[in-house]
């Protein structure tokens, strides 16, 4: 559901140490997303929670947290993750605003690059609240150092960087050991393929929160702009990589159809790649772009094999799926892609036909043994120090001649000792083709 406005703190039946640590911060009413979740999660209720930056997050979840936390007891009874330390560190001191007015309660942060021995320390001092980025927390997991059999509720905030950030093993691996969970709350700025996929397997029938960005629950920042001479001195220039904003749905689907209006008799082909690029293709964005005739086919770099599945489901008679990941050729040709659009072809073309070849007449076993060979060298491509383009350009150079050049910046060119590296992959494509294409 859409939630547009808040509502008083007096309406949620809160305790009154929770009531003093809210008034001692100046708050009297809520913002919608707190207005949204706080109810459902007091009820140990699933929630997944979509919402802007800046509009209150940590405490939607964080009231209902401490309110539910038994002080008596020394075990975790909740964990928040968190993607960076920086944010862990954030929702641990927000909460302690919190938490203070309620004796007994304790909480821990853990995160990478703070001595463990010190973290150790502050488990043995049995908090009921762990705050952890996921790498961290399943450090302490293997080492023993925390135990979560008698945790209830899970969070997971800023869940679409999480996953975008490759923790989604550790976020799994995190939840599977979590026998006792009653409910898990995923707070997201954008809704991607990613996080759903987690919601459908480790949630049950979740409360299901939009608070859409407004001019009132946009964060108070205030922008200023400076004119100066052009000869005025720099003390210093800022780049970030691109790109810096989580973009919603609909401005990707505005972006995408506005290219696409510009070259009006040319087909559309989606790229899906969300590892990279930190967005998703999900199933509304993609029934959106369906509205355009001229999109007829996606490449689903995403690597789930399912969502070959998806899309050609989605896409009807006559739309066009093809596999993206290199390393997944013959599972995504076998899952139904239509074919495949990758960067590696170009230099072991020889062995990619050669696959498609074998999945056409049935002998997968064959294919299969030529997809291992092709990743084992691009395995070894990515093992050089140069980006990975600069190697394959210097692969063609050496084995046909091609004059093709190195790649731009910031892509690294290759290092100085690569040379060796390349002279390897270079024998391993030309022994592959000698194995499997003559």
């Known amino acids: ?68 936390i038994d002080p ?68 302490h997991m293997k080492r023993r150092t925390v135990v979560l059999n008698e945790v209830s509720t899970v969070v997971l905030d800023e869940a679409d960087r999480m996953l975008d950030m490759g923790f989604i093993h550790d976020v799994r691996r995190i939840l599977d050991k979590i026998p006792n969970r009653k409910n898990l709350g995923m707070f997201s700025a954008t809704i991607s393929r990613e996080v759903m996929d987690i919601s459908w397997i480790y949630q049950r029938d979740p409360e299901e929160i939009t608070v859409q960005a407004t001019q009132e ?28 904003f989580h973009l919603p749905e609909h401005a990707i689907a505005a972006y995408w159809n506005t290219i696409s209006a510009a070259a009006p008799n040319t087909d559309f082909v989606i790229y899906n790649i969300p590892q990279l690029a930190g967005v998703a293709l999900t199933m509304p964005l993609f029934a959106e772009m369906r509205k355009n005739p001229r999109v007829v086919a996606v490449k689903n770099s995403s690597m789930p094999v399912q969502d070959i599945q998806m899309f050609k489901d989605a896409g009807g008679e006559g739309f066009v799926v093809f596999n993206g990941p290199d390393e997944q050729f013959v599972g995504g040709r076998c899952m139904g892609a239509d074919g495949g659009i990758g960067g590696t072809y170009g230099v072991m073309p020889e062995l990619y036909l050669k696959m498609d070849e074998c999945i056409r007449s049935g002998n997968i076993s064959l294919a299969q043994k030529i997809q291992y060979t092709c990743d084992r060298i691009i395995y070894a491509m990515c093992g050089c120090h140069g980006n990975l383009y ?13 004059e093709l050049g190195g790649v731009r910046p910031p892509l690294p060119g290759l290092a100085a000792g690569d040379s060796p590296k390349v002279d390897q992959c270079a024998r391993m494509i030309d022994e592959a083709i000698e194995t499997y294409c003559k």
């Open 1 to 68: 559901m859409d939630i547009t406005q808040g509502a008083p703190f007096e309406s949620f039946g809160l305790s009154e140490a929770t009531m003093r640590a809210i008034h001692n911060k100046g708050y009297e009413v809520s913002t919608p997303v707190q207005a949204g979740c706080i109810p459902p999660m007091l009820a140990g209720k699933d929630v997944i929670a979509k919402a802007p930056t800046g509009t209150g997050k940590t405490m939607a979840f964080g009231i209902p947290i401490i309110e539910r």
């Open 72 to 139: 008596e007891s020394e075990t975790v009874q909740a964990v928040i993750l968190a993607p960076t330390r920086e944010l862990a560190m954030q929702i641990t001191e927000e909460m302690r605003e919190v938490a203070v007015c309620h004796e007994g309660v304790r909480l821990v942060c853990l995160y990478g690059g703070q001595p463990i021995g010190k973290q150790i320390n502050a488990l043995k001092r049995r908090p009921q609240i762990v705050v952890a980025t996921p790498g961290r927390l399943s450090d």
């Open 217 to 244: 629950n946009k964060p108070d920042i205030l922008q200023y702009r400076l004119d100066v001479d052009s000869d005025a001195k720099v003390d210093a220039i800022a780049a970030i990589p691109p790109i810096y």
């Open 390 to 402: 600069a190697v394959m350009k210097e692969i063609m150079r050496r084995r046909e001649g091609l």
